[in-house]
């Protein structure tokens, strides 16, 4: 059933006025909310706000201007068992908040309770040890990208909004780091040069660090620690305390527009950085714990789907709105493109906690026009029971695909059995994704993110090496499907360096060749390492930084890297925006050319036959591609041996020619081959071809004629013309 909306939420939130401001807050069991105004020397002004019939508290007050700091005290019952953790020692942010100003002081009474005790209520204030929000003026949009580009054409790179430019020469010392710092037009042409389309950023919501990290001298550089839905992370803005992180977000994505680039943010709605119960209460959990937050059948403890201590419960309509007027606000007024969910799956659960693919959001977020060409992205998973759910999130939703991703990095280093499942990744994983409504690009296609090794180290080292985050090792994952070619870290053995270089080439083309749509960590291209951390979320340092220190070496593997970008977005075979099976090719005379639009090549005798797919021992595999006017031949080696290729005859095509590729200079045949012609690949290898095709029934008739009919006959699929 279509779910109800939720009650008018505008009021939420502070607005200016003509006279002053308008502050609302949802606390639908307080039974008293004071605004307090903070002026520039600390000095506190309590109001007192009135509730409507929906829990919605308000107040007007003249004389407040842009940049007023301000908080809430909500009064209520202390009864934990209840879901009741009413306190009005905490100051608390405003979860509408459009800015917010300073840190935890994790040594201050940021606690609800008396520490050691979590069901006993704490009366020492938190005023001064815990962040305020900020009222902001109204400002324009930024402006808009002159077209949004569908996923069919979009490559997506995924950065650190501070790690990709905190190191960047040509960026001025002062901003680098920051949101101007990537409005550079350095950083614009790089992007631009590459062949991106859309640049994904780790959480720019407001975020804060855990207890723990603070502990050990570290912080939460990655953001996945949310603490204001609507406001941009003030850290990110040279003087973001007073509300300029707003504007200078708008400046950012403004410049990106001009350059043509997409600005997707990930975003985390799934949880808080409030953590459970016995962490900080800074906002949510003060206004009411019950009523924003998953709680366990006795209401005492926090339901923890996400592994983070809390779980937001958008099984509630108003929560569930909250979510909405975010993302709402980000794109008409923020003016981002699409949203990559962090744990969707926790976004979908129901009142029961159950995952629920018919949930309200969905329905919500599909009626919504705001969202009509939005790019929704989800990370589809959690921790929690039946968490998994691949391919499961239906029309209108893109998903990452992590069975790309381990397939792909088994294949090239060697671990897997036979070529089967390569074909359906390349195909677009077809046995996830192939559903009514969707289509190959509901695949994104990824072999590294900001989660795990760099692509550098995924072929550098055996195990993760992370003692630097203060776990003595025991943190991030032990399955990471990498190799390190014969030398654990960093080598001076050129062979070893080399054939690393090459394996990052493979690494690449596969998905980028791929149906799907390809994503790329920022800085794989050209050999970012993080020295074997595969987990570096609390490492603000040169650990996670991009190093524009780029040697000639990796400067050449980038640029091969973007003559592959550009070859995918200039030639439509290689982003098929419906599934591929085999079927023929007509013209637009309505003419049979005889060849399909996917079909694989074993490399002797033509199309795979049942015996090629169930070689075990198989690590060749031919990807044939083709529409009504252009055919191309991706042959993929990940055998360390050479393989002997017969190049396959009409009606696949009748001349050849390699137009990018992996191997060293020298290594694969330059100009055209013809049908039947041979040729070894290297080693370790992926070798694409441009096939010459007939696009009409005469050119197929001619060219069906000069083929040899003897050996035309050895093509499984080809049929004689004598």
């Given at each position: 059933m279509f779910p109800h909306p939720a009650p008018d939420t505008s009021s939420l939130g502070a607005r200016l006025t003509d006279a002053g401001a308008r502050f609302g807050l949802w606390a639908p069991r307080a039974t008293a909310v004071e605004l307090v105004l903070v002026d520039h020397l600390g000095q506190q002004r309590n109001h007192h706000m009135g509730p409507d019939d929906h829990g919605v508290w308000t107040a007007e007050i003249d004389g407040v201007r842009a940049g007023q700091a301000y908080g809430f005290r909500v009064h209520g019952p202390w009864d934990p068992s209840a879901g009741s953790r009413f306190n009005p020692a905490r100051l608390l942010l405003d979860p509408y908040a459009r800015a917010i100003s300073g840190g935890v002081d994790f040594r201050g009474p940021i606690l609800d309770h008396v520490p050691g005790d979590p069901f006993t209520m704490s009366t020492s204030d938190s005023y001064g040890a815990v962040p305020l929000s900020v009222v902001v003026a109204d400002t324009p949009p930024p402006t808009p990208i002159a077209r949004?580009?569908?996923?069919?054409?979009?490559?997506?790179?995924?950065?650190?909004?501070?790690?990709?430019?905190?190191?960047?020469?040509?960026?001025?010392?002062?901003?680098?780091?920051?949101?101007?710092?990537?409005?550079?037009p350095a950083v614009l042409e790089y992007l631009t040069d590459l062949g991106v389309t859309a640049v994904e950023f780790l959480p720019l919501h407001h975020f804060v660090s855990e207890p723990f990290i603070v502990a050990k001298g570290l912080r939460n550089y990655w953001g996945y620690n949310t603490l204001g839905f609507f406001a941009p992370h003030a850290f990110y803005a040279p003087r973001g305390t007073v509300g300029d992180q707003v504007t200078h977000f708008k400046q950012m994505v403004t410049a990106l527009h001009g350059a043509g680039i997409e600005v997707l943010l990930d975003v985390v709605y799934n949880h808080t950085g409030e953590g459970g119960h016995q962490g900080p209460t800074l906002s949510m959990r003060g206004i009411d714990h019950d009523a924003y937050y998953r709680l366990t059948n006795d209401l005492r403890n926090d339901y923890d789907v996400t592994g983070t201590g809390n779980s937001v419960d958008t099984a509630h309509p108003m929560v569930r709105q909250l979510v909405l007027d975010s993302m709402r606000y980000w794109v008409t007024e923020m003016g981002v493109d699409g949203f990559r969910f962090d744990l969707a799956t926790t976004m979908i659960r129901d009142e029961n906690h159950h995952v629920d693919q018919d949930h309200a959001f969905k329905h919500l977020l599909a009626a919504d026009p705001t969202f009509d060409d939005i790019k929704i992205i989800a990370e589809p998973w959690d921790v929690g029971p039946y968490g998994y759910q691949v391919g499961a999130f239906g029309p209108g939703w893109h998903e990452w695909n992590d069975r790309f991703r381990d397939h792909v990095r088994d294949y090239w280093r060697g671990a897997v059995h036979g070529v089967q499942e390569l074909a359906t990744r390349l195909a677009g994983s077809p046995d996830l994704f192939d559903q009514p409504g969707r289509s190959p690009q509901s695949s994104i296609n990824f072999?590294?993110?900001?989660?795990?090794?760099?692509?550098?180290?995924?072929?550098?080292?055996?195990?993760?090496?992370?003692?630097?985050?203060?776990?003595?090792?025991?943190?991030?994952?032990d399955n990471n499907r990498s190799w390190n070619h014969g030398w654990e870290g960093e080598t001076t053995d050129p062979a070893i360096n080399a054939l690393r270089r090459r394996q990052v080439l493979n690494l690449m083309a596969t998905q980028l060749l791929a149906a799907g749509t390809p994503m790329l960590t920022a800085g794989d291209e050209f050999g970012r390492t993080q020295k074997g951390n595969n987990n570096a979320y609390c490492q603000d340092s040169p650990i996670s930084?991009?190093?524009?220190?780029?040697?000639?070496?990796?400067?050449?593997?980038?640029?091969?890297?973007?003559?592959?970008?550009?070859?995918?977005?200039?030639?439509?075979?290689?982003?098929?925006?419906?599934?591929?099976?085999?079927?023929e090719i007509i013209n637009e005379h309505g003419e049979n050319l005889q060849r399909v639009d996917l079909t694989w090549m074993d490399g002797r005798y033509g199309e795979m036959g049942q015996d090629a797919w169930h070689d075990g021992g198989r690590r060749l595999l031919g990807m044939y591609v083709s529409n009504d006017h252009e055919g191309f031949l991706t042959w993929f080696n990940s055998d360390p041996e050479p393989q002997r290729i017969v190049l396959p005859t009409m009606p696949w095509g009748n001349g050849y020619e390699v137009i990018w590729h992996s191997g060293d200079d020298g290594e694969l045949p330059e100009g055209e081959l013809p049908a039947l012609g041979e040729f070894d690949i290297p080693g370790r290898t992926v070798a694409l071809m441009r096939v010459s095709v007939p696009t009409n029934s005469k050119e197929l008739l001619a060219l069906q004629a000069e083929a040899e009919p003897s050996s035309y006959d050895l093509i499984p699929g080809g049929t004689s013309n004598s």
């Open positions: 949004r580009r569908p996923m069919s054409e979009t490559i997506i790179y995924e950065t650190h909004l501070r790690g990709f430019t905190k190191m960047h020469p040509s960026v001025p010392e002062h901003l680098r780091g920051s949101y101007l710092g990537m409005a550079d072999v590294t993110a900001h989660d795990g090794f760099t692509m550098l180290d995924l072929v550098s080292y055996d195990v993760k090496h992370n003692l630097d985050n203060g776990e003595a090792n025991r943190d991030g994952s930084w991009v190093n524009w220190d780029i040697s000639p070496e990796w400067k050449a593997v980038r640029d091969r890297i973007r003559d592959l970008i550009a070859i995918r977005q200039r030639h439509c075979a290689f982003r098929p925006t419906d599934y591929a099976y085999h079927t």
